[in-house]
């Protein structure tokens, strides 16, 4: 058995698209089916592809989607979580639990999905990090 992919809602795939971007995914696939009225795309972090993706569903008839909290999160591993998250900032992206720590922090899809960000090795806490307060959930 092997991990294949995650599968999460979305209202804007190109608004879920660009987010995902920001983080170094890209689009591998793409199905659109008109008899079903939906799209799947799917995404990886290059050398990923086949192996951990997140496939992004997208039904053409419109919905409200809640809960995203309730489906936990997805987690990242990332050179650099002070680059990462500052990159995130500047495309106008919320950090709702910044890195203080050096190691962790949390953001939203546009449809809610937590994204935690997790340092590859270690970094000391460092500001304006350090003093940055929690948003919202995540």
Known sequence: MRYLHTMIRVSDPDATIRFFALLGLEQVRRIDNEGGRFSLIFLAAPGDEG?????LTHNWDPEIYTGGRNFGHLAYRVDNIYETCQRLMDAGITINR???????????TPDGISIELLQDGA????EPWASMPNVGSW
């Open 123 to 126: 970094l000391p806490p460092a």
């Open 98 to 108: 910044p890195p203080r720590d050096g190691h962790m922090a949390f953001v939203k």
């Open 51 to 55: 192996r951990a993706e997140v496939e």
